[in-house]
């Protein structure tokens, strides 16, 4: 006698597609949710093609590549790229290996309900909401007084400010883990730091990608904190130690304080919405590299 292969379908599962009444509701959901999906496309391609449209006549590979003149009314942005460059890397050096470590203090290391935890959680709250300016008050005040108006001032007063959201997200990436992964991988002998590395940090990879990107988006946005910090220089710098302007500050001249400028200032917005996506398929080709690295 054959067996029988007829197929099971749970009661639960023939009643609903038995009244279609019940999949009107999630086809709505679905084409809601398509339509906010495409609204964020259109909004991000509506702003592109008003900077594309505005700034296409300044834009050019000798744009990107000259240095500016004449206050920028001539010339290119290639200085002030290499400087925007180097004032996000300062701040992500700094910023990551704190925010890890920090966060593993907080998901790992100690309770969640620990007054250590709370008093620490809360203060990381408060800073996220402090404006660039007072950040920027700071950095001339401390960072200023050892360095000047500088690179490593810049770089480390947006450390100072993407602290907040990447410790917090990687701690809310950590604690998502599974607790079932932990208890598994302590079950087959794996030592604590083992489990860190090789099972929880490349599961929380995606979260921790995601305040990653983010505060790339507001450093390289940055403007307030950067004019007390960093300075305005347009020349090429040799160090750290020098002054630096920064891309999201000169557009900022070019459309307020610059006659002629806008232009310009679109043509730099649009090469600053370049280097964010740039800086963002980095980050994400990085964290997948990471993440297939550590996992077992």
């Given at each position: 006698?054959?067996?029988?292969h007829?197929?099971?379908m749970?009661?639960?599962?023939?009643h609903?597609?038995?009244?279609?009444?019940?999949?009107?509701?999630?086809?709505?959901?679905?084409?809601?949710?398509?339509?906010?999906?495409?609204?964020?496309?259109?909004?991000?391609?509506?702003?592109?093609?008003?900077?594309?449209?505005?700034g296409?006549?300044?834009?050019?590979?000798?744009?990107?590549?000259?240095?500016?003149?004449?206050?920028?009314?001539?010339?290119?942005?290639?200085?002030?790229i290499?400087?925007?460059?180097?004032?996000?890397?300062?701040?992500l050096?700094?910023?990551?290996?704190?925010?890890?470590g920090?966060?593993i203090?907080?998901?790992?290391?100690?309770?969640a309900?620990?007054?250590?935890?709370?008093?620490?959680?809360?203060?990381?709250?408060?800073?996220?909401?402090?404006?660039?300016?007072?950040?920027?008050?700071?950095g001339?005040?401390?960072?200023?007084?050892?360095?000047?108006?500088?690179?490593?001032?810049?770089?480390?007063?947006?450390?100072?400010m993407i602290?907040?959201v990447?410790?917090?997200?990687t701690?809310?990436?950590?604690?998502?883990?599974p607790?079932?992964?932990r208890?598994?991988a302590?079950?087959?002998?794996?030592?604590p730091?083992?489990?860190l590395?090789h099972?929880t940090?490349?599961?929380?990879?995606?979260?921790?990608?995601?305040?990653?990107?983010?505060?790339?988006?507001?450093?390289l946005?940055?403007?307030?904190?950067?004019?007390?910090?960093?300075?305005?220089a347009t020349?090429?710098?040799?160090?750290?130690?020098?002054?630096?302007?920064?891309?999201s500050?000169?557009?900022?001249?070019?459309?307020?304080?610059?006659?002629?400028?806008?232009?310009?200032?679109?043509?730099?917005?649009?090469v600053?919405?370049?280097?964010?996506?740039?800086?963002?398929?980095?980050?994400v080709?990085?964290?997948?590299?990471?993440?297939?690295?550590?996992?077992?």
């Open positions: 006698m054959e067996p029988n007829t197929p099971i749970r009661p639960g599962l023939r609903i597609a038995a009244h279609p009444a019940s999949v009107w509701p999630e086809r709505y959901l679905t084409g809601g949710l398509w339509l906010v999906a495409l609204g964020v496309i259109g909004v991000f391609a509506w702003i592109l093609g008003d900077l594309l449209y505005h296409a006549t300044a834009l050019s590979l000798d744009f990107v590549l000259r240095p500016p003149l004449q206050a920028g009314r001539a010339g290119g942005i290639s200085t002030v290499i400087g925007t460059f180097l004032i996000v890397g300062v701040a050096g700094s910023a990551v290996p704190i925010s890890i920090t966060a203090l907080l998901a790992e290391a100690s309770n309900e620990t007054s250590f935890g709370r008093v620490v959680r809360r203060s990381l709250d408060v800073l996220a909401g402090v404006p660039s300016i007072v950040f920027g008050l700071f001339l005040a401390f960072f200023g007084h050892f360095f000047g108006w500088s690179i490593l001032s810049g770089g480390l007063t947006l450390a100072c602290l907040p990447l410790i917090r997200s701690e809310e990436s950590l604690r998502a883990v607790a079932s992964l208890y598994g302590a079950a087959l002998g794996l030592s730091r083992a489990v590395w099972l940090l490349p599961a929380a990879t995606p979260g921790i990608t995601a305040g990653l990107v983010l505060s790339v988006g507001r450093a946005a940055e403007t307030a904190a950067l004019l007390f910090t960093a300075g305005a020349r090429m710098p040799t160090s750290l130690l020098d002054s630096a302007r920064s891309l500050y000169h557009i900022y001249l070019l459309a307020i304080e610059v006659p002629g400028g806008q232009n310009r200032a679109y043509a730099s917005a649009v600053l919405v370049g280097m964010l996506l740039l800086l963002n398929g980095i980050a080709l990085l964290t997948r590299r990471f993440q297939r690295r550590l996992m077992p």
